[in-house]
């Protein structure tokens, strides 16, 4: 809508897109080319003419009553699921529109996993059809697909050139015959899997309705460029960008993949107002090479979930632009909005109505508030820390795709579990924390990870830090640090023991026992540090490794022989976390 329409918005995708079908206004750039709002909605009412037929072809796939747990049998009586594996590009957002005007669901394949996982992915979503290119349909091949085998749309094809061709004829909004029935805000039209950084990737079920009311919460006008790099199989860009711009009329900027030393470039040469991240991509960018010229752009502000403070600081400091976090996850029970001023690390407060809380995992009972020093340093997180909740926000989580158990651990006693750690402020103001898996248990002390990692991140040329329990020899876990360094430093183990002596709120048990070195901490596709497999290696690796003397301060270096006496004492695997197993 245009500013000061005061028409209702949109309940739907298909909605937001129709809205701009008369708007010829600069709506899309990519690679050197550029599109209109008409023009978009064009594409997009094309691939809806292909929907149909597709579906015909495939079977079915997928079906309103697949999502609770039955066999499927009842799928072809339900909309067709479209597999898109693409990097960011033209024809994705053409299918995402697409889908919405003929109501059927796009999974959004992470195009990072490989093998029998990314056809496991395909498979347990009932795709029947898969939008890819020649690069994925290689990645594809000899892969049990379920429905979706032989089922490939390859958007570089000539194959896929004349299907298109075959509706451009009909290719606008007054001949494409759309479906009878306009998709309603109830109907299912994403499927988008979480990171999988704890077990198999779940797909988190998205309505119409919801992508819709997610696009009111960023304000955009038609007067702003949005700069998108992260991934849109991933909610971080479709909630933050992609449906935003539908409901805005804005310009969007799409990048086939994040690229730190491209992002100021590309920031420059589209005039781009805003841009989201996630993740550890901040800190890339921070690692590229600092310029006179680093404030000559025309960025309003950035948002950055998950972004550490220091990381945070030191961009605005650098671009001159504010960086918020703010929450959300891919479930989207929860959502907590960027707040202004400084406050290192804080996610945000939940919108009016929401009755959010930090609670002790195990009762229930909401954790104190927490409390801090004049540097804004936590100095209660034994008793403020406790596990997200929303106490009334149930009915906001719309359930993951056929899986019923998974649901079952997020609802409980008619709240939502969201699985990550918080505290929070007398101000209302939540925290982050780490994950509901990050907990440790050393001497019979309970505490979590991010704490450590927040204080290890404050040394002077550490780029990035991943903290993660270890077996103990005697009962419970060590606490191991990964540490990534700036680039060109080395690892000085009596700056480290010396750093640590000096910090007031490092808890007595909290100084890590074990050191591992590495030259880049693992992330996932979205650029969130993984800690999966650092929790699998644990001292199984060829980086360098250091070892905090029993009774001291000092960090010594482990050599093969010293991980060979811990592997014989653990096994290969060591010992299950005793508070998370």
């Known amino acids: 809508m245009a500013p000061g329409d005061d028409r209702p918005a949109p309940d739907t995708v298909a909605g937001l897109l129709l809205g701009q079908a008369d708007n010829d206004d600069r709506a899309l750039l990519f690679e050197g080319r550029e599109w209109t709002w008409r023009q978009v909605v064009a594409e997009s009412v094309a691939r809806a003419a292909l929907v149909a037929g597709l579906a015909g072809l495939a079977g079915g796939g997928g079906g309103p009553g697949d999502h609770d747990g039955d066999d ?158 992260m991934p849109l199989f991933h909610g971080n860009a479709l909630l933050s960008a992609v449906f935003p711009w539908m409901a805005g009329g804005s310009t969007l900027a799409l990048r086939r993949r994040f690229s730190a030393s491209a992002f100021l470039p590309d920031v420059r040469e589209v005039g781009a107002t805003f841009f989201n991240t996630v993740g550890r991509a901040v800190a890339h960018i921070l690692a590229t090479p600092p310029s006179d010229h680093d404030r000559d752009h025309s960025l309003k502000f950035v948002l950055g979930p998950e972004t550490s403070a220091p990381d945070k600081a030191a961009f605005t400091e650098r671009f001159g632009v504010p960086l918020f976090e703010g929450y959300s996850s891919s479930e989207g029970a929860i959502v907590l909005h960027p707040v202004s001023g400084a406050r290192p690390g804080a996610l945000g407060r939940p919108p009016k109505g929401a009755d959010i809380a930090v609670v002790d995992p195990d009762s229930g009972a909401p954790c104190p508030t927490a409390r801090f020093d004049d540097s804004g340093r936590l100095l209660n997180p034994d008793e403020a820390i406790g596990e997200l909740v929303g106490r009334n926000v149930a009915s906001s989580f719309e359930g993951y795709y056929r899986n019923p158990e998974a649901e079952a651990q997020r609802l409980r006693d008619g709240w939502y579990w969201s699985g990550d750690l918080a505290y929070r402020d007398g101000d209302g103001v939540f925290y982050f924390a780490g994950r509901s898996g990050d907990w440790l248990r050393v001497d019979s002390e309970n505490f979590t990870a991010a704490p450590v990692e927040q204080i290890l991140g404050r040394m002077d040329g550490v780029r990035g830090v991943a903290v993660y329990a270890v077996p103990d020899s005697r009962t419970g876990d060590q606490v191991m640090a990964a540490l990534e360094l700036e680039d060109g430093l080395v690892f000085d183990p009596g700056a480290l023991a010396d750093f640590l002596a000096g910090q007031a709120d490092l808890g007595t048990k909290w100084a890590p026992r074990y050191v591992r070195v590495v030259d880049a901490l693992p992330t996932t596709a979205t650029h969130k540090v993984d800690k999966a497999p650092l929790r699998r290696q644990q001292w199984s690796t060829t980086d360098p490794l250091w070892r905090r003397e029993e009774r001291g301060e000092r960090y010594v270096p482990m050599g093969p022989d010293d991980v060979a006496a811990l592997r014989a004492e653990f096994g290969a695997n060591g010992r299950v976390n005793l508070l998370t197993s």
């Open 72 to 229: 499927g049998d009842d799928r072809d009586a339900g909309p067709l699921h479209l597999g898109v594996l693409l990097e960011n590009t033209d024809e994705y957002l053409f299918w995402l529109g697409g889908a919405a005007l003929a109501g059927a669901v796009v999974v959004g394949c992470n195009t990072t996993r490989r093998g029998e996982e990314l056809a496991r992915d395909v498979r347990s979503t009932d795709c029947g059809w898969i939008v890819t290119d020649t690069a994925g349909s290689s990645r594809l091949e000899g892969l049990d697909l379920g429905a979706a085998t032989g089922n490939l749309l390859v958007v570089d094809s000539d194959d896929y050139r004349d299907r298109l061709a075959a509706v451009a004829a009909v290719a606008d909004m007054a001949a494409v015959p759309l479906p009878d029935d306009r998709p309603s805000p109830d109907d299912l039209y994403l499927l988008i899997f979480t990171s999988g950084s704890t077990g198999h990737p779940k797909a988190v079920r998205m309505t119409q309705g919801r992508a819709a009311r997610g696009a009111t919460r960023m304000p955009f006008t038609a007067e702003d460029v949005l700069y998108c790099a």
